[in-house]
């Protein structure tokens, strides 16, 4: 299963401007490379700029859901859409949908840990629904977004549903990107899964984001690793037997002893 996975650095502010920059870089990495799956970074409409947000928001998911609807159709791919700010009811949600290749949202999660380091909390509701798979082309995956990371409780509770991979998308500070790296990696060999993630370049607001967007192994070696400040595509085709190896060599999941923790 070919993955492209866009390092984006994002335009502040400038929802068109961005939607104009990922139809252009879709186009070019579908006529290209011909992935089955692209992958796109955490709030990649709007970036960080929290108190423009009632503004620049997506409402109930749009006009964002309807351009990822329109490029996996015209390109034939499936897209995990990143994330982006959307207005529901009362409140701003960082949202993420993916969208299949008949253009079909699959899968619709809002970010459950709001990150203090950026204020997140101040501006934002947490999503209240659980982590679920879904599936692309016959594979079960799951999706978590940016600070989600830290919290192990969700890459589990996707790897207990059966996740092959789980996509993380993110806007990860260069100032802490070792643990980025490391949490990537330690997910990945607890859960015996693939971890395929998105993180953005460029700065907004002084803080420099660390790229670094990874393609690891349900072993937890890196297959692919982004430059910490290039804008880049990462192309990658996973192995998905290796999952079904792995686990078989190192049956954690049968030997776990849940009732005792
Ligand atoms: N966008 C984020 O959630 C950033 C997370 C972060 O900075 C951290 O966990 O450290």
Same mark, same amino acid.
């Given at each position: 299963?070919?993955?492209?996975?866009?390092?984006?650095?994002?335009?502040?502010?400038?929802?068109?401007?961005?939607?104009?920059?990922?139809?252009?870089?879709?186009?070019?990495?579908?006529?290209?490379?011909?992935?089955?799956?692209?992958?796109?970074?955490?709030?990649?409409?709007?970036?960080?700029? +929290?108190? !423009?947000?009632?503004? &620049?928001?997506?409402?109930?998911?749009?006009? @964002? #859901?309807?351009? /990822?609807?329109?490029?996996?159709?015209?390109?034939?791919?499936?897209?995990?859409?990143?994330?982006?700010?959307?207005?529901?009811?009362?409140?701003?949600?960082?949202?993420?949908?993916?969208?299949?290749?008949?253009?079909?949202?699959?899968?619709?999660?809002?970010?459950?840990?709001?990150?203090?380091? +950026?204020? !997140?909390?101040?501006? &934002?509701?947490?999503?209240?629904?659980?982590? @679920? #798979?879904?599936? /692309?082309?016959?594979?079960?995956?799951?999706?978590?977004?940016?600070?989600?990371?830290?919290?192990?409780?969700?890459?589990?509770?996707?790897?207990?549903?059966?996740?092959?991979?789980?996509?993380?998308?993110?806007?990860?500070?260069?100032?802490?990107?070792?643990?980025?790296?490391?949490?990537?990696?330690?997910?990945?060999?607890?859960?015996?899964?693939?971890?395929?993630?998105?993180?953005?370049?460029?700065s907004y607001n002084g803080v420099d984001?660390?790229?670094?967007?990874?393609?690891?192994?349900?072993?937890?070696?890196?297959?692919?690793?982004?430059?910490?400040?290039?804008?880049?595509?990462?192309?990658?085709?996973?192995?998905?037997?290796?999952?079904?190896?792995?686990?078989?060599?190192?049956?954690?999941?049968?030997?776990?002893?849940?009732?005792?923790?």
């Amino acid at each position: 299963m070919k993955h492209a996975v866009y390092q984006m650095d994002i335009v502040a502010g400038d929802p068109k401007k961005n939607r104009e920059n990922v139809r252009q870089w879709i186009k070019q990495t579908a006529e290209a490379a011909q992935p089955d799956v692209i992958v796109l970074p955490e709030m990649w409409t709007t970036g960080y700029t +929290l108190s !423009e947000l009632k503004e &620049l928001a997506d409402v109930d998911a749009e006009p @964002t #859901t309807s351009f /990822l609807s329109d490029m996996a159709i015209t390109y034939h791919v499936n897209i995990i859409g990143g994330s982006f700010a959307n207005y529901k009811g009362e409140g701003i949600y960082n949202t993420s949908i993916v969208v299949d290749r008949q253009g079909v949202v699959v899968n619709e999660y809002d970010k459950i840990h709001l990150v203090p380091m +950026l204020d !997140e909390p101040r501006y &934002l509701t947490g999503g209240q629904e659980k982590v @679920t #798979t879904f599936e /692309l082309d016959g594979v079960k995956m799951g999706l978590i977004i940016c600070y989600d990371l830290r919290f192990p409780e969700l890459a589990r509770s996707l790897a207990l549903q059966d996740a092959q991979i789980m996509y993380v998308v993110a806007e990860w500070p260069a100032v802490r990107i070792e643990h980025w790296k490391t949490l990537q990696v330690a997910r990945a060999i607890e859960n015996q899964m693939y971890v395929v993630s998105s993180n953005r370049i460029g700065s907004y607001n002084g803080v420099d984001f660390g790229g670094s967007s990874m393609i690891i192994d349900p072993t937890g070696n890196p297959l692919r690793t982004g430059s910490e400040t290039k804008e880049e595509t990462i192309v990658e085709s996973l192995a998905l037997d290796t999952v079904s190896e792995i686990r078989k060599a190192v049956p954690i999941f049968s030997n776990r002893v849940p009732h005792l923790y």
